[in-house]
């Protein structure tokens, strides 16, 4: 009866609930949407930058993520296939040689990571083909060149013009090669974009003069959720002068980034709580001022102030409910489509870019954001209401039956 | 406990005096009140306003505490006890009537007579079966479902006498109970607690200077400047 009591009491002035319930739903909506926008937009800068360079899994030389230079590539490369090859039907595999350099024009020149990939291996492994704007993909034609828009712009080429790469090789003298521009690619990542070319493993070799060796093998997964386990098999598996690195390993600011957000969003939780008890404090006050001589009654015909003080918490709990009731309807309404369509950020390219994420973000909603907020902001209504009970209970029945 | 055991009284109000603080000012409401309350009583707190009627029936109530002096309840100290004890006291022992009804106004006739069977832990379906009875025998069974706002000022006297009795309470507390009704409901209103005075011996104090019920108590005590300056069966 209590409880009927409590919804009744929150329906005569509807005007005012409704008023606490818009807030804890502008409340409700701001926390799973904040959430699901900030959790896409880390997922998506962690998974372009797999997709684009990193992929889930890649087998070195020990000592080349240090010290990432020609010397520190894998020369046999036939145990490693080897070992990989049991892995040919649940893995994707791909191998690079990579190393820095400078691709020039006539007009400029800019210092790039130089990458020689199996054209056909690599679509396989990362969405750099994804990202072609101009021209073609790759081919495994020997001089052909993949470079970025930023690099274009900045060389003043286009498709078919040709730039000049140098990079040193193992014995210390120069390697260069002629190369002809059949792509240009942007990915969202505008610092990729300027930093990486693309050519043929072949012709890397031929011109660094490392016939065989690569710097680099890139094993992605059909199934990311298998890349632990696949990494520890693979790292006993392989030869010890080798290392297996997992994206947490090679990418870890990112990761750290995600999981320190994982424990930062409560700190996002307890302002929105704090401002959701605050209204609720005012609104519950105003309606226990009202309620005096009601409570005087209360009180009179024997009410105890403990069933006062569980009945005016009960409302709080109502509206509370209610609110977070209808913040998750106007949230499902406006995340489904959205985790569909994306949200088209454009106007934010540039700095969106820089931080790798791209211009249209998908947001990702988690069971425990979910969970967080239909426990919490229930929770939090109440602990508004604690306060307005305390000033009901601390009635005296006689002043409180005298109050018009 | 500091109690007494006195057989056949109700009420037993000991040198009761209340003082109030207006603006710093003490104001002598009640000074050194002595009177008992038996079984079956009928009777009238009378005087002028600001006589210290309502301060008294409060007090009798344990609605509020007295200055000085000792209040027992079917022998029972109140006088120190705490707000929880008390609001069980009120639970258990006292009905109120008020001139002002004072129904809930978000529950319907019958639910605010359940709403103190419910305070005493009386399951849903006895208290509702009760609560119908009792509206019944007030006349007003088929006003059950309305809220207070769909009634007449004499239909919510009716459903607070209800209320009030619906515990079965030691003693009714009714305070200016006819003063916002005309003297027609009025009359049935006193007719009503006369008939449940006689017929089941539920005991009745009233503070009014209303004379119809002046002249249907039994006891009249003519309260002055706080004090009982007549105490007298009527007749």
Known sequence: MIGRIAWRNILRNKRRSLILVVSVMIGVIAMILTDAFSVGMMQQMLTNQIGADAGYIQIHKKGYQLDPVLKNSITDTVPVSRVLAKDSSSCNISERLRTFGLVSSAYNSAGVSIVGIVPEEETNVTTIHNHIVEGSYLSNKPG????????????????????????????????????????????????????HVYIPLETAQQMLDAPGRVSEFVVNPVDAKKTDPIAVRLESELPSELEVLTYKQMLPILVMQIQLYDQTIYIFYAIIAIALIFGIINTMLMAVMERTHEFGIDMAVGMSNRRIFRMILTEAFYLGIAGTALGLIVSAAVYIPLSHSGWNLAMFSESLNSLGVGTTIYPVLGVSSLVNTTVIIPVVAVIGAVYPALRAVKLQPVEAIRAS | MDTKEISGE??????????????????????????????????????PS??????????????????????FLDGEDVSSKSRRELADIRLRKIGFVFQAYNLNPVLSALENV?????????????????????????????????????????QQQRVAIARAISNDPRLVLADEPTANLDSETAVKLLELMEKLNHQDGITFVFSSHDPQVIERAHRLLILRDGQIVNDKVNK
């Open chain 1, 144 to 195: 052909d060149i993949l470079i970025s828009t930023a690099t274009a712009e900045k060389l003043r080429v286009g498709l078919g013009d040709k730039v000049v790469i140098m990079a040193s090789r193992l014995d210390g003298s120069i390697g260069s090669e002629a190369c002809r521009v059949t792509g240009i690619f942007e990915t969202f990542d505008s610092g990729f974009n300027q930093t």
């Open chain 2, 10 to 47: 109700i009420v037993r109000v000991e040198n009761v005096r209340k003082i109030y603080h207006d603006n710093g000012v003490p104001v002598d409401a009640l000074r050194g009140i002595n009177l008992t309350v038996s079984p079956g009583d009928f009777s009238v707190i009378a005087g």
């Open chain 2, 50 to 71: 600001g006589s210290g009627k309502t301060t008294l029936l409060n007090i009798v109530g344990t609605l509020d505490k007295p200055t000085e002096g000792k209040v």
């Open chain 2, 114 to 154: 359940e709403f103190t069977m419910m305070l005493r832990g009386i399951d849903a379906g006895e208290r509702k079966r009760r609560g119908l009875v009792l509206l019944e025998e007030l006349g007003i069974g088929e006003l059950a479902n309305k809220r207070p706002n769909e009634m007449s000022g004499g």
